[in-house]
Each structure stands twice: as structure tokens, then as C-alpha cells.
């Protein structure tokens, strides 16, 4: 039986709407991460023909401090039991605090639950469900599809003030797939390119202290349109390099002011507890889209690892794009 389309989904008397709750029968609790299997992992081998491997994932502290006030940057021990060898550890580890992955336990769906319904008193550590370690004992893996929306908007002569922290559309997405001449597939784990991250590193001391004080970021508009794009495209995976994929401060006419007041109308709550979305942020997606605008190729066999961690909220991605 085929899936629903949003529309219908938000619909649904039967579970919250706008939600995929008991949709996915095999594997519930990997939510939309699904769509990527057996079928689209062979497709994306297609893609690999250079034999180039791309990371895509920035330094444990190369976010320092870190946008989130409540998060730090590791620290790093390296000890010793004699001269001849070495062992080392993390203190103050953050798992989001660099490029990572948001796990289906990160957000509740207000007034209903965590994804499908696991109830609050089983997302506990060493818990496994929801955990990141569904996503790491069965790997995101699929074709990884780069949209461009930073390369469209300055061959427009519009280029992104991210200072500003411009709110993006959907509009956008498809617009940048067509002037790239290719378009989503299902499985597809998306990667969508706004520079947000590059200009976030290399800017002032100063334009950082004032971005992250004030909480202010380049993302999606929270509207149903974008949750209607992902899921209807069937997606696998939406990363960004943007600081929580969605625009921050969240726009006072966004559409879940009323369904996620505890984040002031957030969308992670749609697209994470509802949908079951794996969302990727912060990627370093710099030297991969200077390949893409080079050779013209904006697909990869991407993989994405999380840590192998019972109960994890989320990880950093351990993601790597192969063309």
C-alpha cells in the first residue's frame, strides 16, 4: 500500500498530524531514514567513478565556542602508563556541537510524545530506543544529492547577507535542482550548500560573539512546505551547514507557533518527532561543492556513521561523500 502524501498526513486522526507514526513496520524506529535501503545504496555505488573521497564533517572544536550556549568544545587528555605508549580521552564532549546528526529522541512532538509514541520514561541513557545507534549498526547510506542554494543566489546577484540570517524556501531547493539539471529521488539523503558554516568560521571574532549572542542563523522558514518537500520527495536525510537547518531567530508568521511552544515555534518538533526526519547540521560542505561546480556532478555515495552509542540523542555525522 503506498504511503501517504503530507497533505494526507495532516489529515490523521490516528496518530498526531503531519506525523509518520506506525507508518514504517520493518524498522519503526529509524523513521525516514527507511527510504534509503538495499535498492538506493546500489544506485549511489553508480556515482562513484574518480575514486575521491570527501569529508565532510568539521573539527570536534572547530566551533568554538559553540552556537549553543549550553554546549562546549571537548577537551582533549592524552596519558600515559609509560614513554613507550599512549592513550587519551574527552572531557566535556558534546555530541552536537560540531557537524552532526540529530537522533530521533532529540525533540518530543508537544502534547503527544516521542516519535511513534515511545513513552518519556524509556529515553534514558543506555536505552535503546530512538538511540543514534540505529543509524550506526544499520549506516545512513545512499546517493547524497548537493543543492546548491549559495551558488544559485550569487549567479542571481543575490547572494546570501548571512549576517542577516535570511529565512530560505522550498522554492529555492527546486530552483537550484533545476539549475543544476537534476532533481531529488526517493532515498535520496539531501545536502543543501548555503555557506552559512564557511562564513561563520571566517568571520570576525566580533560578528561571532554578536551571532551567537543574539541566536541568529540562515535556515528553512518554518512551514509546512518545507515538511511537505521532505517528505513527499521521500528523503532520507536533510543536512545542511547551517546551525539547526531551520532560520533563527524562528519568524514570528512561521506555521507551529501553536504546536511547539516550548521552542517558539520550532520546526525540529515536525520534522524530527513527527516525521521521524534524520536532520544533519553544521556540515562542512565546502570543498564538495567546489568539486560539484567544477565537474558538474552534484551526486555521491554518501555514507553517514553515527556513534555506536546506546541511547545517543544525536552524534557527530562521521559522513564522507565517495564520486
Not at 550506526?136 to 542571481?156: F, H, M, N
Amino acid at each position: 500500500m503506498p504511503l501517504p502524501t503530507y497533505q494526507q498526513l495532516t489529515q490523521r486522526t490516528d496518530a498526531p498530524t503531519g506525523s509518520s507514526w506506525h507508518l514504517f513496520t520493518e524498522h519503526p524506529e529509524r523513521g525516514m531514514a527507511n527510504f534509503a535501503g538495499p535498492h538506493q545504496i546500489r544506485r549511489a555505488a553508480d556515482c562513484v567513478t574518480r575514486g575521491h573521497a570527501f569529508n565532510l564533517d568539521y573539527a570536534l572544536d572547530a566551533f568554538d565556542p559553540p552556537m549553543s550556549k549550553t554546549r562546549g568544545i571537548p577537551r582533549h587528555h592524552i596519558t600515559a602508563k609509560h614513554d613507550q605508549a599512549r592513550d587519551d580521552h574527552l572531557d566535556d564532549f558534546h555530541l552536537q556541537a560540531t557537524t552532526q546528526i540529530d537522533g530521533l529522541r532529540h525533540r518530543r512532538a508537544s502534547g503527544h510524545g516521542f516519535y511513534n509514541g515511545v513513552p518519556d520514561e524509556e529515553i534514558t541513557p543506555c536505552s535503546p530506543r530512538l538511540g543514534v545507534q540505529l543509524w550506526a549498526e544499520q549506516p545512513l547510506a545512499g546517493r547524497g544529492l548537493l543543492i546548491d542554494i549559495d551558488g544559485l543566489l550569487r549567479q542571481r546577484g543575490t547572494p546570501l547577507c548571512h549576517r542577516a540570517a535570511p529565512a530560505l524556501t522550498p522554492d529555492l531547493l527546486d530552483d537550484a535542482l533545476a539549475a543544476q539539471d537534476c532533481s531529488p529521488e526517493p532515498g535520496d539523503l539531501i545536502m543543501v550548500h548555503t555557506g552559512w558554516a564557511h562564513w561563520y568560521l571566517t568571520t570576525t571574532p566580533e560578528q561571532r560573539t554578536e551571532t551567537r549572542a543574539e541566536r541568529r542563523a540562515t535556515g528553512f522558514a518554518q512551514t509546512r512546505s518545507l515538511a511537505a518537500w521532505c517528505w513527499d520527495h521521500r528523503i532520507a536525510l536533510m543536512a545542511t551547514d547551517t546551525f539547526a537547518v531551520e532560520v533563527l531567530p524562528v519568524l514570528s508568521d512561521g506555521d507551529f507557533h501553536d504546536s511547539a511552544p516550548e521552542d517558539d515555534g520550532m520546526m525540529h518538533q515536525e520534522l524530527i518527532a513527527k516525521l521521524g526526519l534524520p536532520l544533519g547540521e553544521l556540515w562542512n560542505l565546502a570543498t564538495l561543492v567546489q568539486d560539484s561546480r567544477t565537474t558538474g556532478r552534484w551526486d555521491s555515495l554518501l555514507t553517514v556513521k553515527p556513534l555506536n552509542l546506546t541511547g545517543g540523542v544525536g552524534s557527530p555525522a562521521n559522513a564522507t561523500a565517495l564520486r
